[in-house]
């Protein structure tokens, strides 16, 4: 789909349909750009199979200059601003073409998980369950809240887990200006939730976060990560020098 710099509002959804957004699935040969989604309300009141986001409950292709400043709201295990679930059940590519790609995206909205025992919640994508995902230029400025006082805890600004099934993540040129409200603190990190396991890995570059976002940039880790975020200061990040002080263009990818 090539939204053409459109605009859709007023959407509202609230069910109980395991995967749920503006589309429920994209599958891996899909292409979502050029889109914009404001002023707009989706829910999922499964309270154990809940997928939502407000672009796709489920994703496997490449999304590209999409912009959400939806409310997104959960019972259930996986809520993201845009995408609940990165799944890539292919064999592992090399070529970025064999990748599921989010590149030049910004969540502006409020995600908001209530699930009980386990929460995956996120401003990008709530978590990477299998193959590999590229997230690049993106930001988030959107406020995720997370009700959930349970022990499998995975919340962040931008990915909320990368687990289950082999799972990679490659974050590049990426910025998370919004601020986490946790119930419970384990797990929970500004800008990656949690790796579950040595079956997880995240690469990460040229990355910042408030250092008002949360106390950690990556909540728990039991998996292999390669770099990491730069944390400054909101006066510093989201100034009018903040170019002096990171390697973003503001005005090319998020403007």
Same mark, same amino acid.
């Given at each position: 789909?090539?939204?053409?710099?459109?605009?859709?509002?007023?959407?509202?959804?609230?069910?109980?349909?395991?995967?749920?957004?503006?589309?429920?699935?994209?599958?891996?040969?899909?292409?979502?750009?050029?889109?914009?989604?404001?002023?707009?309300?989706?829910?999922?009141?499964?309270?154990?199979?809940?997928?939502?986001?407000?672009?796709?409950?489920?994703?496997?292709?490449?999304?590209?200059?999409?912009?959400?400043?939806?409310?997104?709201?959960?019972?259930?295990?996986?809520?993201?601003?845009?995408?609940?679930?990165?799944?890539?059940?292919?064999?592992?590519?090399?070529?970025?073409?064999?990748?599921?790609?989010?590149?030049?995206?910004?969540?502006?909205?409020?995600?908001?998980?209530?699930?009980?025992?386990?929460?995956?919640?996120?401003?990008?994508?709530?978590?990477?369950?299998?193959?590999? =995902? %590229?997230?690049?230029? $993106? /930001? &988030?400025? *959107?406020? #995720?809240?997370?009700?959930?006082?349970?022990?499998?805890?995975? !919340?962040?600004?931008?990915?909320?887990?990368?687990?289950?099934?082999?799972?990679? =993540? %490659?974050?590049?040129? $990426? /910025? &998370?200006? *919004?601020? #986490?409200?946790?119930?419970?603190?384990?797990?929970?990190?500004? !800008?990656?939730?949690?790796?579950?396991?040595?079956?997880?890995?995240?690469?990460?570059?040229?990355?910042?976060?408030?250092?008002?976002?949360?106390?950690?940039?990556?909540?728990?880790?039991?998996?292999?990560?390669?770099?990491?975020?730069?944390?400054?200061?909101?006066?510093?990040?989201?100034?009018?020098?903040?170019?002096?002080?990171?390697?973003?263009?503001?005005?090319?990818?998020?403007?």
């Amino acid at each position: 789909l090539n939204g053409n710099g459109y605009t859709v509002s007023g959407i509202y959804l609230k069910n109980a349909n395991q995967y749920q957004g503006f589309f429920t699935t994209v599958q891996a040969n899909g292409v979502i750009k050029d889109l914009s989604i404001k002023n707009s309300y989706f829910c999922n009141t499964n309270e154990t199979l809940s997928m939502i986001g407000s672009i796709a409950g489920d994703f496997r292709g490449k999304l590209e200059g999409v912009y959400s400043n939806a409310i997104v709201e959960a019972h259930g295990p996986q809520v993201g601003g845009l995408i609940a679930r990165a799944n890539d059940n292919d064999d592992p590519g090399t070529d970025v073409a064999d990748k599921i790609v989010m590149s030049n995206c910004w969540f502006d909205g409020e995600v908001i998980s209530k699930g009980e025992i386990s929460t995956y919640a996120a401003g990008l994508v709530s978590a990477v369950i299998q193959g590999d =995902l %590229v997230v690049e230029h $993106c /930001l &988030n400025t *959107g406020t #995720i809240r997370s009700e959930c006082t349970g022990r499998a805890i995975h !919340v962040a600004g931008l990915v909320g887990s990368v687990s289950h099934v082999e799972a990679r =993540l %490659v974050m590049k040129d $990426c /910025l &998370n200006a *919004g601020l #986490i409200d946790a119930a419970y603190d384990v797990g929970v990190g500004s !800008v990656i939730g949690r790796l579950s396991s040595e079956k997880h890995s995240a690469n990460i570059s040229d990355t910042y976060t408030l250092e008002e976002s949360h106390i950690k940039s990556i909540g728990t880790s039991s998996g292999t990560i390669k770099g990491g975020s730069i944390r400054l200061p909101k006066s510093i990040l989201t100034g009018k020098s903040a170019y002096r002080f990171s390697t973003l263009d503001y005005d090319k990818y998020w403007t």
